[in-house]
């Protein structure tokens, strides 16, 4: 399962545990029971645990995404910290993260914008809208690029560290991660990212995320944006 995202990204599913079953399972645990098959008591039993915060049989459910997004994305993305990791006894727990090193690897792939948004006159950290002279804005960006782009080849060439000479790399790099996280935490991150005051970039990721989620969990997931968005 992959969703191509921008023009140079994705999100793709390496593995997940659970499925449906697993939240009402883990809740009926207090009675000793347990279910083979999803059926209505089942819908509303998710339902009445959603509604109610009785969150933690959502957090069952893991999965591990591996996602290529521009650096300025994952800065926002790794504020998303709790409830994402359960298996180690470090201080550490509630990450899961590991990213590609532009310390071993040359730093070759960058987001180029297809549109530029002008800024916002009553939010001061959102856009609104496109900038009329598109053309101006993608002239800028090219020369700017190519400048840096040369410079990193240049410093690379005469055998600067790798790890040195990314410190010139701007923000639209494309990095590489492993992320996993419960059910929870990926809701989480869908209500406040697929929103329409969150960057524009991120907010494509989100929606990927929500369709993947979808597809792995369909009835958790389904309950899961009826009871949150009624
Ligand atoms: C539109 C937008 C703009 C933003 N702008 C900025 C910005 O300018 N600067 C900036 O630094 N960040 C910014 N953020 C990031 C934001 O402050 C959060 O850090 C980020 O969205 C992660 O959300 P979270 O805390 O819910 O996630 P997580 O850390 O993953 O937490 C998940 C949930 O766990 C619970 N939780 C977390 N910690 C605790 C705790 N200690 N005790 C009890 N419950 C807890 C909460 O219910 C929380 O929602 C922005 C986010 C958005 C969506």
Excluded: C
Excluded at 48 to 53: E, G, P, Q, S, V
Excluded at 65 to 89: C, D, L, N
């Amino acid at each position: 399962m992959k969703k191509e995202v921008l023009d140079k990204g994705f999100i793709e599913v390496i593995d997940k545990l659970g499925s449906d079953l697993t939240v009402v399972n883990s809740a009926r645990v207090s009675f000793g029971k347990r279910k083979e098959k999803f059926d209505e008591s089942d819908r509303k039993l998710v339902k009445f645990l959603a509604k109610n915060k009785h969150w933690s049989p959502f957090r069952h459910m893991m999965v591990q995404f591996h996602i290529k997004a521009p650096e300025f994305v994952m800065r926002q993305w790794y504020k998303h910290v709790v409830g994402i990791e359960t298996s180690s006894s470090s201080s550490a727990k509630d990450h899961a993260w590991n990213e590609i090193s532009g310390r071993y690897v040359p730093v070759s792939d960058f987001y180029v914008p297809l549109n530029w948004r002008r800024q916002s006159e009553d939010n001061k950290q959102a856009s609104e809208g496109s900038i009329d002279d598109q053309e101006s804005g993608n002239e800028i960006f090219r020369t700017a690029m190519e400048q840096i782009l040369n410079s990193y080849q240049k410093l690379l060439d005469i055998g600067v560290a790798k790890e040195q000479a990314r410190i010139l790399l701007p923000l639209n790099q494309y990095t590489e991660v492993y992320w996993t996280a419960s059910f929870q935490a990926i809701m989480n991150f869908i209500d406040l990212r697929d929103e329409s005051t969150a960057q524009w970039e991120i907010q494509q990721y989100a929606r990927a995320l929500k369709e993947l989620m979808f597809d792995i969990y369909p009835e958790t997931t389904k309950i899961w944006f009826d009871v949150n968005s009624g």
